[in-house]
């Protein structure tokens, strides 16, 4: 992972930071400082709610605050560990918060911050596209 301050990013996989620095250099010789903006307003997008589990993350909080068990057993497929660092990562960036009650054990609970509610409309949006599209992307999986 790379560490880019100067871009407000914090982190980068390899590809992401190649697919940065092809967008960058395609984007200064064009010398067209708005288009620049634009793309990396989205790659700045997608590193904070990219990956496999942190949209379905934030799907699952949308309705109630959830514990960790109950994240993990309405996530089919996720590691504990998976689910620990998704969490992690997304209480970083401020879109979860998570609270600790002083029982024994120890309560967590995990609920979405008024900035994670903000992605509400984008996997509404995604949800329908995917609903109106099921048929096409299933198909485009069988080929590949």
């Known amino acids: 992972m790379f560490i880019l301050k100067n871009v407000g990013i914090q982190y980068f996989s390899i590809c992401q930071y190649c697919l940065f620095l092809q967008s960058k250099k395609l984007l200064m010789k064009e010398n067209n400082e708005n288009k620049y903006t634009e793309i990396q307003s ?12 942190k949209f379905p993350i934030i799907y699952s909080l949308c309705d109630h605050t959830k514990r960790f068990k109950e994240l993990e057993n309405e ?5 504990p560990k998976a689910l620990s660092n998704a969490l992690k990562d997304l209480e970083m960036n401020g879109l979860i918060h998570r609270e600790v009650f002083p029982t024994v ?36 999986c069988k080929e590949e």
């Open 42 to 53: 989205v790659l700045d997008a997608i590193e904070v709610i990219g990956g496999k589990w």
């Open 75 to 79: 996530l089919k497929g996720i590691s």
């Open 105 to 140: 054990p120890v309560t967590v609970e995990y609920s979405l911050t008024p900035y994670g509610k903000d992605l509400k409309p984008v996997l509404s949006a995604l949800q329908e596209w995917g609903k109106k599209h099921r048929e096409k992307i299933v198909e485009s």
